[in-house]
């Protein structure tokens, strides 16, 4: 079967650098995506990566080895805001979407 | 800028009723879906449409029905609702009806059935 897994919950500090991991095993992969989710709140588009590599967006960075079947998002300099659920997404040789349960991030100050 | 629009934010309901949960989107987007959110579980795909006049089921797709009549609008029916319909919907749609591109989510409809 298809699986994405990722830690269900994080605690860190507020100018600290987490980083969560996702790892999965699908059938095909055709990209992976990483959503925040605030409680209550829609998903939001955060990164895709389709290659191997580090893409860096800000105090957002996202990892892939498509080899390892491994990608990780790094936060830095975190701040209060950060605090949210992280979701990891595959997209299959289907180009289905197949989501992890998410990363409950919680910030303490 | 409105995006996505869902209705009803939340909604109480009987077991047994027929319930109609609206999607409206102004970006001119191809594909939209509908997911469900349970706790613990990730994001669920009931059913999806990579254009109007097609639909197609997803992962959960039991229990309920969609139509995509034209381009903006794509509702969701439960035709009769049981308590495992008990979730947080969300209605998503995307430029690309690969899965490669950017997911935009409504706020969500959050459905209890009793």
């Known amino acids: 079967g298809q699986n994405i897994d990722q830690p269900t919950e994080m605690t860190a500090t507020e100018g600290a650098i987490v980083q969560i991991n996702c790892t999965y095993q699908?059938?095909?992969?055709?990209?992976l995506f990483w959503y925040q989710q605030h409680a209550g709140e829609a998903p939001t588009f955060l990164s895709y990566n389709v290659l191997d590599g580090l893409e860096e967006k800000g105090r957002f960075s996202s990892f892939l080895s498509r080899s390892k079947g491994y990608s990780y998002l790094l936060l830095k300099e975190l701040q209060m805001k950060d605090s949210a659920s992280y979701l990891c997404a595959v997209s299959d040789s289907n180009y289905q979407l197949i989501w992890g349960a998410g990363t409950k991030l919680i910030i303490k100050p | 800028i409105a995006g996505i629009t869902q209705a009803p934010t939340s909604q109480i309901l009987a077991a047994g009723r027929r319930m109609t949960l609206r999607c409206t989107q102004d970006?001119?987007?191809?594909?939209m879906y509908w997911y469900r959110q349970d706790l613990g579980l990730g994001l669920r795909l009931i059913h999806y449409s990579n254009t109007a006049g097609t639909t197609g089921k997803g992962e959960v797709p039991d229990g309920y029905s969609v139509s995509r009549a034209n381009t903006d609008d794509f509702p969701l029916t439960l035709a009769s609702a049981v308590p495992s319909q008990t979730s947080v919907y969300f209605c998503?749609?995307?430029?690309?009806?690969?899965?490669?591109?950017?997911?935009?989510f409504g706020e969500g409809s959050r459905l209890t059935v009793l």
């Open positions: 699908t059938s095909g992969f055709n990209g």
């Open positions: 998503a749609s995307s430029e690309d009806t690969a899965n490669t591109g950017e997911l935009f």
């Open positions: 970006m001119r987007h191809n594909a």
